[in-house]
C-alpha cells in the first residue's frame, strides 16, 4: 500500500524535529513529500510542512562556485537559471584555490585536510551543505578535459588525497560528494561513450579511490558519471549502484547523479539511485514515478529507503538540527593559505647551475602569455571568473619591486642586457568540462619563443601553466630551469615569485608521468581515446529537454591498457619518461639511508634515514613501491606506488621517514577468489620518484592470505 498522499494530522512543530528520529520523521510524510526529496538542481528537496529547508549543492572542487559569479546563459531550462541568481546574503567572493592536480603534487596528506577545511568554512558561510566534490577520476590519458580537476594517474595516491579531503569536508560539517563513478576518465561525448573495463582492472585501479573513500572516511555522497561502464549508463548501473557500492562497500549514503545523468525512473531506482539533478531532475520530478509507486508498480520500500538515505544526509550536514550563525569568511586568512598550497604544490622539473633561487637580483624580465593572468580549467574549475587573482607579473613586482621586474611583450637583444634572471610564462592549452584536448604540446609560437630566447641567454626559466601531463621535450633543452605551476588558483603569482626567490623551498613532486610525447602514452598507442568503436548513431550532442535525450550507447572506450595506467606502463615498456612520476627538485640534495622493515601484528613498518646534505630545510618526499610475486606477469605493473611521506629535514641533520604497510597494500583482486595477498617474495623499494628508487628490501609471505569484505578487514 501507498503512503498517504495528505499531510498527516499530527504535525510536529520545528522545535520538535531535530529531536525526532529519522524513522519518525519518515513516517510523518506524505508519498509527495517523499518523491520531493529526491530531485531538484543545486536546491533540492526539503519539507516546507516540518521547516525542514533546501538541500543546497554547490559546484567546484577548487573554490566554491557561487551564483554570482556563475550564471548561465539563458537556455531552454528557466528553471535553471533562476537557481544562479545570487542571494542577497551570500558572500561576494569565495577562494579561488590551486587546481586539485596541484594539490596531489604536494604529495601531503594533512595539506589536502586543510585545502577541504578551507573550502568547508566558506560552504558553511554561504549557507550551503555538499560540495560536488572531490573529482576521483584518474588521468587515464593526459588529453582528458578534467584532468586539473583529479589528482593524477595514479590510484593510491588519489586514494590517499581524496580521504584527507572527504575529512577535512566532513569534520567540519559539510557533505563530500565523490565523484564521477565510474570510469568517466573523458569527456568528449562522456553521455554517450561506455568505459568496458575488466573486473579485476576496475576493482585494482579505477574503483579503488572510492571504496577506500568511503570505507575510510565515510564519504556521505557519490554522484554517478555521465558515462555508461559495461554498456549500461552509471544512473541505473544495479551491478556497480547497488551491489559494488551498497552492498559490497557497504555505502550507506547517497547516490546522486549529475547534471544530465539519468533518464528512466524505473531503472535507477532499481539500481538504488536517490537523487536526479540538473537537467535530468524531471526523471524522479515527473509524474510517472509518483505513479508507478502509487500503483504498486514499483515497491514502496524503494521510495522509503530513498528517502531514509536522504533525510540521513540532512541529519549529517545539519539541516534537522537549528540552524547556528554562521561566520563570514575570512577572505585574508584564506588567501594565505591558497598561496602556501600553491607554493608547495608547484614543482621544479629543471634547475642547470643552479639558476634558482634568485635573491636579490638588479633586473628581472617577464614575457609569454602566461605572465598578465593566472591560468585556470574551465567548467567547475572556474572560480569568481578570474576575478581578483594575483597575476605572476603581479606577484614578482611585488616580491621584488617595480624597478626590479619588467614586462616585455617580445624580447630582444636590448631587454636582455643587464638581466639577473628570464621568465617565459608559457600557458599550455586549457581543459574542461564536456570537451578533451586534441594536443599536449604547447603551441608553435611559444615553442619557437622559448628557443630563440634559450639561444641568448643563459638565464632562461620556464613557468608553465597547465592542466595536465605537458610535452616539453621540443624547448626544455633551452630552458635553464623549468618550474610546473598548475593551475596556482588566486595566489598563483605570489606562489611562483615566493619559490624562484628562495623565501620558500620547491617541495611538489610530480602526480604523474611526464612523457616524451603523446606517442608515449598508452591510450594513443593502442589507439583507444577518447573512445573508437561506433555501436549506436551518434547524436552529435547532448540534449536538455526531457524530449532530446535518449539512452544512446555510441561510442566504446575500451581500456586495453588494463592495470597499466600512468608510471605502471612506463615501467612495463621500458619507456623512459621525461620527467619521471614523483618527480620534484629542491634547493638542495638528500640522500636516504638504512632501510629497516619491521613486522607488527597488522601489517609492516618500513623506515629509512633522511639526511639533508645542503645548508637549507628541505621538505623531501619518501615513495614506497611494491613489486608482487605476479610482477613478472607482462599484464602486471612492475611496481605499484604503496606508501609515501614528507619528511622536514633541517639543515644539515638527519631525520627517520615512517611508512606503514598493511596487508591490503599487497592484495590484487581475483575474480574468484576476491582480494588476495599472493605467497611468496615483496619487493619493497623506497626512493624519491618511480626511477628513483636507492633502496631495497623484501616481505615475505610463506601462503597466500584473504582479505575478505573487500578492502576493509585490513584497515
Known amino acids: ?325 554562521t561566520k563570514p569568511i575570512d577572505t585574508k586568512r584564506h588567501a594565505e593559505v591558497a598561496r602556501q598550497i600553491a607554493t608547495e604544490g608547484m614543482v621544479l622539473l629543471k634547475n642547470e647551475r643552479e639558476l634558482l633561487p634568485v635573491k636579490a637580483p638588479g633586473k628581472i624580465v617577464l614575457t609569454g602569455p602566461g605572465a598578465l593572468k593566472a591560468q585556470f580549467g574551465t567548467g567547475s574549475g572556474l572560480v569568481n571568473n578570474g576575478e581578483g587573482n594575483c597575476s605572476p607579473f603581479d606577484g614578482f613586482v611585488t616580491r621584488y619591486g617595480k624597478e626590479v621586474v619588467s614586462y616585455f611583450e617580445t624580447v630582444g637583444e636590448e631587454e636582455l642586457i643587464g638581466t639577473d634572471l628570464v621568465i617565459y610564462f608559457a600557458n599550455a592549452p586549457a581543459g574542461g568540462e564536456g570537451f578533451d584536448l586534441e594536443t599536449i604540446s604547447l603551441p608553435d609560437e611559444q615553442i619557437e619563443a622559448i628557443n630563440s630566447l634559450g639561444e641568448q641567454t643563459d638565464k632562461l626559466l620556464v613557468i608553465l601553466q597547465t592542466g595536465t601531463a605537458t610535452e616539453t621535450i621540443q624547448w626544455d633543452d633551452s630552458a635553464d630551469a623549468l618550474l610546473i605551476a598548475w593551475y596556482g588558483g588566486e595566489a598563483a603569482g605570489h606562489a611562483m615569485a615566493d619559490l624562484v626567490s628562495g623565501a620558500l623551498n620547491p617541495s611538489g613532486r610530480l602526480p604523474c608521468n611526464f612523457g616524451n610525447a603523446l606517442e608515449d602514452y598508452p591510450c594513443f598507442v593502442q589507439g583507444t581515446w577518447p573512445a573508437k568503436l561506433i555501436v549506436d548513431k551518434h547524436p552529435g550532442k547532448a540534449g536538455l529537454l526531457p524530449s532530446e535525450r535518449k539512452k544512446i550507447y555510441a561510442l566504446a572506450a575500451d581500456y586495453t591498457e588494463g592495470f597499466l595506467i600512468g608510471h605502471r606502463w612506463f615501467d612495463r615498456t621500458e619507456r623512459q619518461p621525461r620527467f619521471p612520476f614523483g618527480f620534484g627538485l629542491t634547493y638542495g640534495d638528500t640522500s636516504l639511508q638504512n632501510l629497516k622493515i619491521t613486522a607488527q601484528t597488522e601489517g609492516w613498518l618500513v623506515q629509512c634515514c633522511v639526511s639533508n646534505l645542503s645548508n637549507q630545510t628541505i621538505d623531501e618526499v619518501v615513495q614506497l613501491y611494491l613489486s608482487a610475486p605476479s610482477s613478472a606477469k607482462p599484464e602486471r605493473p612492475v611496481r605499484q606506488l604503496r606508501g609515501f ?56 609471505l610463506s601462503a597466500p592470505q584473504f582479505i575478505h569484505q573487500s578492502l576493509a578487514a585490513s584497515v
Open 1 to 325: 500500500m501507498g503512503s498517504p498522499s495528505t499531510a498527516p494530522t499530527n504535525m510536529n512543530t520545528p522545535n520538535r524535529l531535530s529531536e525526532m528520529t529519522i524513522s519518525e520523521i519518515l513516517s510523518s510524510l506524505t508519498l509527495q513529500e517523499k518523491v520531493a526529496l529526491t530531485h531538484g538542481s543545486f536546491l533540492s528537496g526539503g519539507v516546507p510542512r516540518l521547516n525542514v529547508p533546501e538541500l543546497e549543492l554547490a559546484d567546484g572542487p577548487v573554490g566554491i562556485r557561487l551564483p554570482s559569479f556563475g550564471v548561465k546563459p539563458k537556455s531552454e531550462m528557466d528553471e535553471e537559471v533562476e537557481e544562479t541568481k545570487p542571494r542577497p546574503d551570500q558572500p561576494g567572493r569565495a577562494t579561488a584555490l590551486p587546481a586539485t592536480l596541484l594539490l596531489a603534487s604536494t604529495w601531503n596528506k594533512q595539506t589536502a585536510y586543510e585545502y577541504a577545511k578551507l573550502l568547508a568554512h566558506e560552504m558553511k558561510a554561504s549557507k550551503k551543505h555538499v560540495l560536488l566534490a572531490p573529482g576521483i577520476n584518474l588521468m587515464r590519458d593526459p588529453r582528458g578535459g578534467r584532468n586539473y580537476e583529479y589528482f593524477g594517474d595514479d590510484p593510491f595516491l588519489t586514494a590517499e588525497c581524496a580521504i584527507a579531503y572527504v575529512r577535512g569536508l566532513q569534520d567540519n560539517g559539510v557533505g563530500a560528494n565523490l565523484k564521477h563513478f565510474l570510469g568517466n576518465e573523458c569527456d568528449r561525448s562522456r553521455h554517450f561513450t561506455s568505459s568496458n573495463i575488466s573486473t579485476p582492472v576496475l576493482r585494482e585501479v579505477y574503483a579503488y579511490p572510492f571504496e577506500r573513500s568511503i570505507r575510510e572516511a565515510n564519504a556521505w555522497s557519490v554522484m554517478t558519471g555521465n558515462n555508461l561502464c559495461q554498456g549500461v549508463h552509471m544512473s541505473e548501473n544495479a551491478p556497480l549502484l547497488k551491489e559494488l557500492l551498497r552492498e559490497e562497500f557497504n555505502f550507506d549514503g547517497v547516490i546522486l547523479t549529475d547534471w544530465r545523468a539519468a533518464y528512466s525512473y524505473k531503472a535507477s531506482a532499481l539500481a538504488t539511485l536517490d537523487m536526479t539533478t540538473g537537467f535530468c531532475k524531471y526523471v524522479y520530478g515527473d509524474d510517472s514515478f509518483m505513479e508507478a509507486l502509487e500503483s504498486n508498480q514499483l515497491p514502496m520500500t524503494l521510495i522509503d529507503n530513498m528517502a531514509r538515505r536522504i533525510l540521513q544526509l540532512y541529519e549529517r550536514v545539519g539541516l534537522l538540527s537549528p540552524q547556528s550563525p
Open 645 to 700: 611521506t614528507k619528511v622536514h629535514a633541517p639543515a644539515g641533520d638527519t631525520t627517520e621517514a615512517y611508512i606503514t604497510i598493511l596487508p591490503r597494500d599487497l592484495a590484487i583482486y581475483d575474480e574468484t577468489s576476491g582480494w588476495i595477498c599472493e605467497a611468496g617474495d615483496y619487493t619493497v623499494w623506497l626512493g624519491r620518484s618511480s626511477q628513483d628508487l636507492p633502496l631495497r628490501g623484501t616481505i615475505t
